[in-house]
Each structure stands twice: as structure tokens, then as C-alpha cells.
């Protein structure tokens, strides 16, 4: 019933002040989604999103950056269409990926960051 409905996780919206404090400074693998609030697919990404940074709280950090109202940052990481997804690792940029991306991968991509990185952040082949 919609009265058991969970309610949504709080993602934490970084901005153009507070981006790289946070994101350097993370002891985790950082997932960023890039979206505005009048893009059609990012409205159908947030749920995961907002889902991925439940489950993964305390292992990964899951964040949004608004573009249109963080230009300085959409600059600087060439944020050409949204959403973006961009992956961080010890402070270090490692992946993007543009468009609806799965859960499952998602998941899949943080799994490999918390499992094993070498000390630049780079995946570690098992």
C-alpha cells in the first residue's frame, strides 16, 4: 500500500563551493550524478540513485550536482548532456558514463571500487 512506502533517501547535493572539499576528502569511492531538474531521464535515474545512496551509506558515497545551478563545475568536467554519472576515488576522477545507466551496473562499477584499488584509485585485478 502506498502508505508503507518507504520515503526517499536524502542525497546529498554538492555544489560548486563544497564539490572538491568533499569529493578529495572522501575515504570512499564517490558516485556523482550530474542532472538538472527539467531532464526527463534524470527524473527516471534519481530513485536509483536515492536507493543506491541507502545501500551503499558508509561504503560509497552517492552525490547529485545540479548543473544549472553549479555551472563552474558542469564547465570544468565538460558536462556535455545529462545525466552524467562520474565515478571518484581517492579524490582521484576515474570513470563517466552518459545516459540511463542500470542499477545493477551501477552497483556493479561501486563494488569494484570498494573491493580493490591501487593507491591512485585505480581498479586492482583480483
Not at 531538474?37 to 558508509?58: F, N, Q, T
Not at 581517492?90 to 569494484?112: A, C, M, S, T, Y
Amino acid at each position: 500500500m502506498f502508505w508503507k512506502k518507504k520515503p526517499a533517501f536524502i542525497v546529498p547535493e554538492l555544489t560548486d563551493a563544497n564539490f572538491s572539499e568533499t569529493v578529495v576528502n572522501a575515504g570512499v569511492p564517490v558516485l556523482v550524478d550530474f542532472y538538472a531538474d527539467w531532464c526527463g531521464p534524470c527524473k527516471v535515474l534519481a530513485p536509483i540513485i536515492s536507493e543506491l545512496a541507502r545501500e551503499y551509506d558508509g561504503k560509497a558515497l552517492v552525490v547529485k550536482v545540479n548543473t544549472q545551478n553549479n555551472p563552474a563545475l558542469s564547465q570544468h568536467y565538460k558536462i556535455k548532456s545529462i545525466p552524467t554519472l562520474m565515478v571518484f576515488n581517492k579524490g582521484n576522477f576515474q570513470e563517466r558514463f552518459q545516459g540511463l545507466v542500470p542499477k545493477p551496473n551501477l552497483e556493479e562499477i561501486l563494488d569494484e571500487y570498494i573491493a580493490g584499488t591501487d593507491e591512485d584509485g585505480r581498479l586492482v585485478e583480483a
